[in-house]
């Protein structure tokens, strides 16, 4: 019993790192995967790497090409469009009812404050100079931390779990945008984002969802161009 | 081995039992649980009943606070809300989608016109008030299909997965009206025909605005005759 729950934990954890991996654009759209490094890498035995491949092949986010390799699935502008399609439909919307919800909160009221602080200081940091990797950190934690709060502002609401699925599925491709664009997509992002948080403070509903609205668009349309470099 | 094997099937199964007898609406929204009655009714000992209340209340299906009787969920105003709101949101999109991705002489269409032809006798049916316990499970199956339908012609999408979050979230409150309404359900059956009704021409006739405005306008009925439904219980 003991044994088998162990087992279980370490093929889960193999699992979720070389996901995570995938998804945070560590290893990109195209890039080759072999089970013998990954194991040496990751310190474990050949088995639940290969396990891990079949599961991420089975979600579309790796393709085998042979026995023991296998490929970061590529990202397509039809993946783009379908998931930008659906956050249209509703974050603009999720984020204007976060806002009510964060206008009666004085705890989530400043919360959001400090990440509008946080981006501002990196888009000073981001005018003086060029994005590396620690600035790339702070910029992604604010991006994911307004994400966060506005799931937790919306609290056990289903509109909340929705888009805690989307927000799974599309971190991939929204990663792979900065990862592979660097300073320009991050400049332009972390601007749209301190112009959401402003509207979302200053409480004006509409605004709160074209501002949402027009980062979407654009952030589609910047991902559809670094996917066609 | 074998021993705990039966042990959790057994459990799986009364928690199915209990669960689908909520779903469904068998069981209403505050009518309290009695362990005793359930493990009677279900030839079973009290323990895997409380498990399966346990269970079920973490998933916000039953209320077991301590020093009370454990309770089926309440459905309030709001959750109906909630609920209409995203669906409100994807749905109509989601049936334009279907639209345009519905293939001629596809197998998907034959089933289209079929369910057409179903909803049809069942109207008959209703306006004669020659209803039966077979009509009523088929006014059911035709719901249920054309959702399936839908979801089938957007295929495996990001909005599919979500469509199917959403059903599973809403699966109490979708026949909620249908299920507790006494006097007025003949009447909710039949408007509900004639808009899945034209819902599926709209589908038929490839006509994408018809698809959404038609869905649209379904679930803002919906909306409205469920919580009319929750006021009455």
Same mark, same amino acid.
């Given at each position: 019993m003991v044994e088998r729950i162990e087992r279980e934990t370490l093929h889960d954890k193999v699992y979720q790192s070389i996901k995570n991996s995938i998804v945070r654009n560590e290893f990109m759209p195209g =890039? @080759?995967?072999?089970?013998?490094?990954?194991?040496?890498?990751?310190?474990?035995?050949?088995?639940?790497?290969? *396990?891990a491949l079949a599961k991420l092949s089975a979600q579309g986010l790796v393709v085998s090409t042979q026995n023991k390799k296998a490929r970061v699935a590529g990202i397509t502008k039809d993946d783009v469009v379908e998931i930008y399609e659906v956050r249209k439909l509703l974050e603009p919307y999720a984020t204007r009812i976060a806002a009510e919800e964060i206008g009666g909160d004085p705890g989530l009221a400043r919360r959001l404050e400090e990440l509008r602080d946080r981006a501002r200081r990196i888009g000073e940091s981001l005018a003086e100079g060029e994005m590396d990797e620690h600035l790339f950190e702070r910029y992604m934690d604010v991006d994911l931390g307004l994400e966060d709060l506005v799931e937790e502002a919306l609290g056990d609401m289903l509109l909340s779990k929705v888009l805690g699925v989307i927000g799974d599925h599309s971190l991939r491709v929204r990663t792979f945008t900065e990862v592979s664009d660097g300073d320009k997509t991050a400049e332009k992002n972390n601007e749209e984002h301190i112009e959401i948080i402003s509207r979302m403070l200053s409480g004006e509903? @509409? *605004?709160? *969802?074209?501002?949402?609205?027009?980062?979407? =668009?654009?952030? @589609?349309?910047?991902?559809v161009e670094a996917l066609a470099e | 081995m074998v021993d705990q094997i039966s042990r959790e099937t057994l459990q799986e199964k009364v928690y199915n039992s209990i669960k689908e007898s909520i779903v469904t609406n068998d069981l209403l929204p505050e009518e309290v649980l009695s362990i005793?009655?359930?493990?009677?009714?279900?030839?079973?000992? +009290? %323990? +895997?009943?409380?498990? #399966?209340? %346990?269970?079920? /209340? %973490?998933q916000g299906l039953v209320e077991n606070s301590r020093n009370k009787k454990a309770k089926v969920a309440s459905i309030e105003r709001d959750d109906v809300r909630?609920?209409?709101?995203?669906?409100?949101?994807?749905? +109509?999109?989601?049936?334009?989608? #279907?639209?345009?991705?519905?293939?001629?002489?596809?197998?998907?269409?034959r089933e289209l016109i079929d369910l057409k032809g179903k909803i049809e006798v069942l109207q008959r049916e209703l306006e004669e008030s020659e209803?039966?316990?077979?009509?009523? /499970?088929?006014?059911?199956?035709?719901?249920?299909?054309?959702?399936?339908?839908?979801?089938?012609?957007i295929g495996a999408t990001l909005l599919g997965s979500i469509l199917k979050l959403i059903g599973e979230h809403s699966e109490r409150?979708?026949?909620? #009206?249908? #299920? %507790?309404?006494?006097?007025?359900?003949?009447?909710?059956?039949?408007?509900?025909?004639e808009e899945h009704l034209g819902i599926i021409n709209a589908l038929l006739d490839r006509d994408p605005d018809a698809a959404e405005s038609r869905v649209a306008e379904h679930l803002d009925h919906a909306e409205e005759r469920t919580i009319a439904a929750i006021e009455a219980v």
């Open positions: =890039d @080759e995967l072999t089970i013998d490094s990954l194991a040496s890498d990751l310190g474990v035995s050949p088995t639940p790497v290969r *396990e509903s @509409e *605004e709160i *969802e074209g501002a949402v609205k027009a980062h979407l =668009d654009n952030a @589609e349309e910047r991902t | 005793d009655s359930l493990s009677k009714e279900l030839g079973v000992s +009290p %323990t +895997p009943v409380r498990e #399966a209340l %346990t269970r079920l /209340s %973490t909630q609920t209409y709101e995203v669906r409100k949101l994807l749905e +109509p999109y989601a049936c334009r989608l #279907a639209v345009e991705n519905l293939e001629e002489g596809s197998d998907i269409e209803f039966t316990e077979n009509g009523y /499970s088929d006014y059911f199956q035709v719901d249920f299909r054309l959702g399936e339908y839908i979801e089938g012609i409150l979708r026949y909620f #009206a249908e #299920a %507790t309404g006494d006097e007025g359900v003949q009447e909710i059956l039949q408007d509900n025909n």
